[in-house]
């Protein structure tokens, strides 16, 4: 938080958000949503669209942050970029059986 705040600072839409996301009851777990990217519900069929996107699908380089509600990014971009991955999506077990796409799928999965 930075010390000295002004109106409409990143920080102070932040709290918008956050407490909206809490008073509307739009939130899933983890909870409280405040000081995290928040977890919220359609989180996972929001994540079912990235694929769909052409800046997705032509993209050399896709980065994930390991947020609850990006997982389902991960999932998508293991299955979209790393056809020789085989993933179980109930428990995140995975056998990669090329040496080059290991590393991104350990970091998908974390």
């Known amino acids: 938080q930075p010390p000295r705040r002004c109106k409409n600072t990143k920080w102070d839409i932040r709290h918008k958000v956050w407490n909206y996301i809490e008073v509307k009851n739009l939130a899933s777990f983890p909870r409280p949503v405040h000081n995290r990217i928040p977890n919220f519900k ?25 947020d ?24 995140h077990i995975f056998k990669c059986t090329s040496s080059t796409c290991l590393v991104f799928c350990i970091v998908c999965i974390i």
């Open 68 to 91: 609850k509600p990006l997982e389902g990014v991960r999932l998508a971009s293991l299955q979209v970029y790393c056809s020789d991955c085989l993933l179980s999506t109930a428990d």
């Open 42 to 66: 359609g989180a996972l069929e929001a994540c079912e669209k990235v694929p769909l996107l052409e800046i997705f699908t032509k993209a050399a380089v896709v980065k994930v942050d390991p």
